[in-house]
């Protein structure tokens, strides 16, 4: 059973790791079955590897074209704008 998430506005650094995992999940993400600290979305026209490192979160797009783009956001941000940012795609 999960506990509740904390409230979209709190920044990532106050989310316990199992919180962080079932949001991911509920984002549609899968977990790696070699690398647990990877996850990927797969959208109808990208897909992401969402990667839950020490000091960032790191988030590489491909878009259905092949284009590559990569970004880091910092667990000081709120998981909204993060969420919004992951799922706008690259």
């Known amino acids: 059973m999960h506990r509740p998430l904390p409230a979209p506005e709190i920044p990532l650094y106050h989310h316990a790791l199992p919180a962080l995992e079932a949001w991911l999940e509920q984002m549609g993400c899968q977990q790696d079955e070699d690398d647990c600290c990877l996850w990927h979305l797969q959208q109808p026209s990208w897909s992401a590897d969402v990667v839950l490192a020490v000091e960032d979160m790191h988030v590489r797009w491909t878009s259905s074209g092949g284009t590559l783009t990569q970004r880091s956001?910092?667990?000081?941000?709120s998981r909204s704008d993060v969420e919004h940012a992951i799922?706008?795609?690259?």
């Open 87 to 90: 799922m706008e795609g690259p």
């Open 73 to 77: 956001f910092s667990y000081s941000l």
